[in-house]
């Protein structure tokens, strides 16, 4: 019973969440997926790694598929291909057990998951009272 009603909120939760949100969601799942993936190496746990890596690869597949090249243009196809590097750089981790590719991947992570933060920030503020802003002219 307990496990329905956590599966129901979080269900509801990842539903009624804001894009940003989700995307930081993703980004924290995929960071977490690599440190779990690090500890299993470190602890000679094959099946372990193998399920942590695979659960970071499909985060970055479901990154890759969320971007719109329409509208994300230059933005959108480079992170594609930082995604697809990443993904390449963990499945190599995988075959030679390598924790050094994993922190190389949960580092360009953490980079990305910062900027996300920012735009959170700025996208989560409330906007100010109409007539609380000053008005500046360019140049003045």
Not at 62 to 79: C, F, M, R, Y
Not at 104 to 118: G, H, I, M, P
């Amino acid at each position: 019973m307990r496990a329905a009603s956590y599966h129901a909120y979080t269900q509801m939760s990842v539903l009624g969440a804001e894009p940003v949100k989700l995307i930081i969601a993703l980004y924290q799942g995929a960071i977490e997926a690599g440190s779990t993936a690090i500890k299993c190496i470190e602890a000679g746990d094959v099946l372990g790694r193998s399920k942590a890596i695979s659960k970071a690869v499909n985060i970055l597949t479901e990154l890759i598929v969320s971007l719109d090249p329409q509208k994300g243009g230059e933005l959108a196809s480079n992170l594609r291909r930082l995604y697809s590097y990443m993904q390449q750089k963990l499945l190599q981790a995988h075959f030679h057990a390598s924790g050094e590719a994993i922190a190389e991947v949960e580092r360009l992570l953490k980079s990305l998951l910062e900027a996300w933060y920012t735009v959170d920030e700025r996208t989560s503020m409330p906007y100010p009272a109409a007539g609380s802003v000053e008005s500046h002219a360019v140049g003045s």
